[in-house]
């Protein structure tokens, strides 16, 4: 059955250290990969996106995600965590014409 | 990107009424779906509404539950019927194309149920 598993409900990181979530999936081709943004009362926001090619994609706001096929993995990253990162992330995945499978969310909490 | 726009932007209703809401898209595409999204959860996948034909329901949700129209290819419409608590929510419309991939999301409908 295809899956996204975010193994992590929520982390704390404190405001400028970094920060990667983790997002592994279980699919039958390699499928394209998603990382959203909801922030409290707000909508859903695509933060970057992977199809094919550089295993290492660039998103909004300062993010990145590496893919790895090896381990079915899509990890994102920020290497420098502002206050109003403070949100829920989400891995989805899908394939050409499909709908996205979502994962759990990680919600992230940044401290001062 | 897709302007989505959702009405109403949030309901309280009445245990055993009907909601009907509605996803408004800036441009034709190629796909629309129905999402919802409990408290504290993640999305989870409604059905798939076709232009001009019947929604593909996932596991788990109806048409007598949900019946979904989709009259042309930049609106479609999603009701709750005969609603409990349980159905307290977010519902999200979303559209893509094929072209391109990628899915957009509207800015949801928060429904309330008493």
């Known amino acids: 059955a295809q899956s996204v598993t975010q193994p992590d409900i929520h982390i704390t990181v404190s405001e400028g250290a970094s920060l990667e979530l983790r997002c592994n999936y279980s699919?039958?081709?390699?499928?394209?990969l998603f990382w959203y943004v909801q922030s409290p009362g707000q909508g859903l926001q695509l933060l970057l996106k992977?199809?094919?090619?550089?295993?290492l994609v660039q998103g909004i706001k300062g993010f990145e995600a590496e893919f790895k096929r090896s381990q079915s993995s899509f990890n994102l990253r920020k290497p420098s965590v502002h206050w109003s990162d403070a949100a829920e992330y989400f891995c989805?995945?899908?394939?050409?014409?499909?709908?996205?499978?979502f994962g759990k969310g990680t919600t992230l909490s940044v401290s001062s | 990107s897709a302007v989505i726009s959702q009405k109403p932007s949030r309901d309280i209703c009445q245990r055993g009424t009907s909601l009907t809401i509605q996803c408004q898209v800036d441009?034709?595409?190629?796909?629309m779906f129905w999402y919802r999204q409990q408290p504290g959860q993640s999305l989870t996948l409604i059905a798939t509404?076709?232009?001009?034909?019947?929604?593909?329901?996932e596991s788990g949700f109806v048409i007598d539950k949900f019946p979904i129209s989709r009259p042309n290819l930049t609106f479609s419409t999603l009701t709750v019927s005969n609603m409990s608590p349980e159905d307290s929510s977010i519902y999200l419309c979303?559209?893509?194309?094929?072209?391109?991939?990628?899915?957009?999301f509207g800015p949801g409908t928060r429904l309330t149920v008493l």
């Open positions: 989805a995945v899908n394939q050409a014409g499909t709908a996205l499978i």
């Open positions: 979303s559209v893509g194309t094929v072209t391109y991939n990628e899915q957009f």
């Open positions: 441009s034709q595409v190629t796909m």
């Open positions: 992977y199809f094919s090619g550089d295993t």
């Open positions: 509404a076709n232009q001009g034909s019947e929604a593909t329901y």
């Open positions: 699919y039958g081709a390699t499928p394209y």
